[in-house]
């Protein structure tokens, strides 16, 4: 049973950067392809981006790509997502979820366990 829980969600400016952490305890951490979604008021659940176990395989939702960054430390059990350029369209909640299947994938149903979520809201 993997227990994962963001950080670093708040208010910043069009323009702006934030760093998301998503902290796991349980076993086999580096089992897990790891990846970041996020749902705004009104919308579906989004991909934003997925590493795999061993941080050499990275995807990007194609708003997000060039601006966020994915990475993990497996030594610490930590996943992050750095975040500039933000704007108000990515203000939303903002979840980690880990997948115990080989091959990473941008599906939610893929994955098996997920946070609580963090709120980010971009202001202009």
């Known amino acids: 049973q993997l227990v994962l829980g963001e950080s670093g969600g708040g208010v910043v400016q069009a323009g702006g950067s934030l760093r998301l952490a998503c902290a796991a305890s349980?076993?086999?951490?580096?089992?897990?392809?790891l990846g970041w979604f996020r749902q705004a008021p009104g919308k579906n659940r989004e991909f934003i981006a997925f590493?795999?176990?061993?941080?050499?395989?990275?995807n990007y939702a194609t708003s997000v790509k060039g601006r966020f960054t994915i990475s993990r430390d497996n030594a610490k059990n930590t996943l992050f997502l750095q975040m500039n350029s933000l704007s108000p369209e990515d203000t939303a909640v903002y979840y980690c979820?880990?997948?115990?299947?080989?091959?990473?994938?941008?599906?939610?149903?893929?994955?098996?366990?997920w946070g609580q979520g963090t709120q980010v809201t971009v202001s202009s």
């Open positions: 590493i795999n176990w061993s941080g050499m395989i990275t």
């Open positions: 979820a880990a997948s115990p299947m080989l091959s990473p994938s941008q599906s939610a149903t893929r994955y098996d366990y």
């Open positions: 349980g076993p086999t951490f580096t089992r897990y392809t």
